[in-house]
């Protein structure tokens, strides 16, 4: 009976219980508890399209059962996206206030494969570009489309960890003067060189951190970038700081190099 939460049930709920560890790390998908908010969807009445929950979404990137697509511009899903989730370009001529992702580049994406699993998402229970995509994709005949309503802000707050693409990375660089930049990699390569104002930190080292001023330990809503030697490195670092309450936490998915020429 749990799963029927509404908006405001739902948002009181992550208000009371966040929890920024990588669940499908740390807490296995499926586990029941007498109230499990990893279920909860907004059960929203006269959808067009179902809802899949937290968990559900999880285990869809875990197992590879359905295409997960980012309904959002492609700045804000360069800047924070789900891991493993795919973004396409704006349907033309529509104005931003009614932006829409362009289905004939889903269809191009999935080879026109109409009866492919697709899931959506976009910026959480009051956003409509996944259930305007959604109904763009059905009436172009796409017979397998799910939504993830609670969207990126609950991915945040319940999992921890985003992706950030190289152009997100340059913005935040740019224009967001409260953001702080962790290396990952070895102190001996950090020292070597890395991009203006990072911090060095390792995974066992998020504890201290938090104590010598490299993790803003009093604003732990502060965007947080994760770059390392390479994507694994970067997660495995950002992972830790999740686990720690921080829960604005991205981490790079390419390599040092190509960013260490960016973004200067």
Known sequence: ?????????????????????????????????????????????????????????????????ATVFDSRPFKEYAVSHVPGALNVAPKPGVPMSQYVSDVNEIARLLNGNKAAP?????????????????????????????????????WRALVG???????????????????????????????AGTIPGARNLQADEVEKAKDDGRLPAEDHNTRIIVFGRDSLQARAVAAEIAKNAFHNVAYFVGAYGPLATVVR
């Open 161 to 191: 960890l985003t992706e950030i693409e190289l152009e997100g990375v340059m913005y935040v660089h740019r224009s967001d003067k409260t953001a702080v930049f962790i290396d990952a990699r070895p102190a001996d390569e950090f020292r």
């Open 1 to 65: 009976m749990f799963r029927r939460v509404t908006t405001f049930v739902c948002l009181g709920l992550l208000s009371t219980v966040i929890i920024t560890t990588l669940a499908t790390e740390t807490r296995p998908i499926g586990a029941q508890s007498q109230l499990d908010i990893y279920q909860a969807t907004l059960v929203e009445p006269n959808q067009k399209t179902p809802e899949v929950s937290t968990a559900e979404l999880q285990k869809v990137l875990t197992d590879h059962s």
């Open 118 to 154: 697709i899931v959506l998402y976009c910026n959480g229970p009051f956003c409509g570009k996944s259930k305007r995509l959604a109904a763009e994709l059905l009436a172009a005949g796409f017979t397998n489309v799910r939504r993830y309503q609670l969207g990126i802000p609950t």
